[in-house]
């Protein structure tokens, strides 16, 4: 008998009535699609009552482990005071959080405007850089994703994210630091970056040489977990201000303490960003953005704007309750130890499955490429798709990535333990034993 829901419902039901009623490119994992309905710390239940350990997170969104109870009796509470003000009046929720984010975001970023996405925080983002420097030119990144407005549509570096008739003027898009996959064929041991030196050359042939800004992740998210070599950010940020331009660091995806050590993925390269964009498991779920700037950046955008949402006293609440699990609980620490075990246990892997060409990533955020042929390095999406049963087989849900859809991308919520890792590992070693 099909499995039925709390509503009566089965998930075949629930895949028909998603048909139905929400619009098809809204796509879902899976042939026979989940319907998740109940989550706690690592776990999530299916609406047969089937239990997985969750290690994606909802796209890297859940950092600190779902129904975390501080977060849910911060929402709670503040709902039950005030639920919203609109940024016409003060609300201390969002006060508190933009003071926080000023003390652990690096260097002189202090003053932030919160919005409810990843996309806004982008669109902010560009848009004041636009207005600051009084240039128009964006260097974006291929492979990068920035999001689904028009403006963070166009700077993203994929064509499948990218719809018909959304073209901005004025983005061009520099090669990606992809050592994996080199755009200049070389060897990151003595390439001397020339995919960062590039960037130059790009600025003097497809701009008009001033330029506003260079938008990029530390860690590429959607891209694959593409993670650039060492001084690639410091070489690019150089060469971008010298025509004008400031750096926005898009950290949707890396921060906080998703890397390992530090808060900000950008803390790794040793570069300070003028503009910082947040979202995803900065509030645990809720929907937030945020784009936080240095003062005589920030203090540059006109009067007057407004966001109805941004800012809520209740998403604030949630995000101020999940940086606090984040900073009580060093979790920063523990990415950097228990993502040391989990790309240990992935590099033992990889000597084992020819499918595997590489691994990559840093802290709780490991991607795994899979190829036909070590050597074309021809990519490999169905070796993924079947992973991606298996593993559900298994009791454990994954996510995946790339422009070829053929890599694997790991970023469980930031408290994961060993015993997480092992059982993780155990259904990847399965899955692909399958294959
Ligand atoms: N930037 C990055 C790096 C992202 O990964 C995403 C979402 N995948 C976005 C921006 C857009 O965020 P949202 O979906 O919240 O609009």
């Known amino acids: 008998m099909a499995a039925q829901n709390i509503a009566g419902r089965s998930a075949a039901d629930d895949a028909t009535?998603?048909?139905?009623?929400?619009?098809?490119?809204?796509?879902?994992?899976?042939?026979h699609p989940l319907v998740l309905e109940r989550g706690e710390g690592m776990y999530v239940w299916d609406s047969s009552g089937t239990r997985y350990l969750d290690c994606?997170?909802?796209?890297?969104?859940?950092?600190?482990?779902h129904a975390r109870p501080e977060v849910v009796q911060a929402i709670a509470s503040q709902a039950g005071a005030i639920a919203h003000t609109s940024t016409l009046y003060?609300?201390?929720?969002?006060?508190?959080?933009?003071?926080?984010v000023a003390a652990i975001t690096p260097g002189r970023l202090k003053k932030s405007f919160l919005t409810n996405s990843g996309t806004e925080a982008d669109e902010t983002a560009m848009l004041l850089a636009r207005i600051y420097t009084g240039n128009y030119e964006i260097i974006a990144l291929r492979h990068a994703y920035h999001g689904r407005s028009m403006l963070a549509m166009a700077a993203t570096g994929h064509a499948p994210w990218k719809h018909g008739p959304s073209g901005?003027?004025?983005?061009?898009?520099?090669?990606?630091?992809?050592?994996?996959r080199c755009p200049f064929n070389l060897e990151p041991q003595s390439c001397a970056l020339e995919c960062a030196r590039d960037v130059e050359e790009l600025i003097q042939t497809s701009t008009s040489g001033a330029v506003a800004a260079f938008i990029a992740e530390p860690i590429m998210g959607v891209g694959g977990f593409i993670t650039p070599p060492r001084d690639y950010f410091k070489v690019v940020t150089e060469i971008v201000r010298r025509y004008g331009g400031?750096?926005?660091?898009?950290?949707?995806?890396?921060?906080?303490?998703?890397?390992?050590?530090?808060?900000?993925?950008?803390?790794?390269?040793?570069?300070?960003?003028?503009?910082?964009?947040?979202?995803k498991g900065m509030a645990n779920g809720s929907p937030i953005g945020c784009t936080t700037a240095v003062p005589e950046v920030a203090d540059r955008y006109p009067s007057l704007t407004f966001s109805t949402f941004g800012g809520n006293p209740v998403t604030a609440a949630a995000a101020l309750a999940t940086i606090r699990v984040i900073?009580?609980?060093?979790?920063?620490?523990?990415?950097?130890?228990?993502?040391?075990?989990?790309?240990?246990?992935?590099?033992?892997?990889?000597?084992?499955?020819?499918v595997i060409g590489d691994v990559r990533g840093m802290g709780l955020m490991q991607g795994i490429e899979c190829v036909k042929d070590r050597k074309t390095k021809e990519p490999d999406p169905q070796a993924v798709l079947r992973v991606f049963d298996e593993t559900r087989k298994r009791g454990v849900l994954i996510g995946k990535g790339g422009l070829y859809g053929n890599v694997i991308r790991l970023g469980p919520p930031l408290i994961a333990g060993r015993s997480d890792v092992d059982e993780?590992?155990?259904?990847?070693?399965?899955?692909?034993?399958?294959?």
């Open 424 to 435: 993780l590992v155990t259904a990847l070693d399965g899955a692909f034993g399958a294959l």
């Open 168 to 180: 901005v003027a004025g983005i061009v898009h520099a090669h990606a630091p992809y050592c994996y």
């Open 56 to 65: 994606f997170g909802g796209v890297l969104t859940t950092s600190v482990g």
């Open 90 to 100: 003060i609300n201390k929720p969002q006060l508190d959080l933009a003071e926080k």
């Open 17 to 31: 009535r998603q048909k139905e009623f929400i619009w098809p490119c809204v796509g879902t994992y899976y042939e």
């Open 327 to 354: 900073e009580e609980n060093d979790l920063p620490q523990n990415a950097l130890h228990v993502g040391g075990y989990l790309r240990s246990r992935l590099d033992e892997l990889k000597d084992k499955y020819q």
């Open 246 to 279: 400031i750096f926005i660091c898009d950290e949707v995806q890396t921060a906080w303490g998703r890397t390992g050590e530090k808060w900000c993925g950008i803390e790794h390269w040793k570069v300070e960003p003028e503009v910082m964009t947040f979202a």
